[in-house]
C-alpha cells in the first residue's frame, strides 16, 4: 500500500504541553479503570490480548475521564460526528507482536477517519501496509480512509498506550450511532 498525505497524516507534538500532561496523568493514573480482552483484532485469535477503557460507544458517553482524558483530543480533530472513542493498553512482550490486520468499522460510510493518539513512547506502533508509524508520545496519526492496519506491541516500555478515535466528517448527515462534535 502505497501511503501519502492523502490517506494519512501524522502530526508530532499534537497537544500543548498543558493538555498532554492532563491525558497522560490521568491514563497513567494507578485507579484508571483498564478492561482484559481476550483477542486483539480477531476474536479467534485467542493468542494475545490486550485492555481497554471505552470513553464513547453507542452515541453514549461511557467513562467520566471523557472530558478531562478524550475532549484535548476532539477539539483538535476536524469537527465530525464521535462515533467510538477508546484507550487500548498492550503489554511489554519477549518479541514483538503483530497483531491482525483490521479496518475500525466495516462497511464503513464515507469520510470516516480514525485517529490514533499515541500516549507514550515505545518500539511499538501501526503497521499500514509494510509502513510503521512508531509509537511516540504526543504524536498522532489520521488515517483519511479506513485504511487495514494493525498494532505492533512494545518489547522496551511496560506498556504501550493508545487512544483510539473513529468519526464522520461533518460535510455528511450524521449517521445513526454518532454523535456530532462541535
Do not use: C
Amino acid at each position: 500500500m502505497a501511503l501519502d498525505g492523502n490517506s494519512i497524516e501524522v502530526i508530532d507534538n499534537f497537544l500543548s504541553e498543558e493538555d498532554f500532561k492532563q491525558v497522560t496523568n490521568i491514563i497513567n493514573n494507578d485507579m484508571f479503570p483498564w478492561y482484559f480482552n481476550g483477542a486483539v483484532a480477531d476474536v479467534q485469535d485467542t493468542d494475545n490480548f490486550y485492555f481497554t477503557h471505552i470513553f464513547y460507544k453507542d452515541s453514549k458517553v461511557e467513562s467520566p475521564n471523557f472530558n478531562n482524558a478524550l475532549m484535548p483530543l476532539l477539539k483538535k480533530l476536524p469537527h465530525g460526528n464521535l462515533y467510538r472513542a477508546k484507550a487500548n493498553l498492550f503489554v511489554r512482550q519477549d518479541k514483538q507482536i503483530i497483531n491482525g490486520k483490521h479496518v475500525d468499522l466495516m462497511d464503513a460510510p464515507p469520510n470516516f477517519q480514525t485517529a490514533v493518539y499515541y500516549v507514550n513512547s515505545n518500539n511499538g506502533g501501526t503497521l499500514l501496509g509494510d509502513e510503521l508509524i512508531q509509537s511516540k508520545a504526543n504524536r498522532i496519526l489520521i488515517m483519511k480512509e479506513n485504511l487495514e492496519h494493525a498494532s505492533v506491541g512494545p518489547t522496551d516500555e511496560k506498556r504501550r498506550i493508545v487512544i483510539n478515535i473513529n468519526y464522520i466528517l461533518n460535510d455528511l448527515a450524521a449517521p445513526t450511532g454518532t454523535t456530532v462534535l462541535e
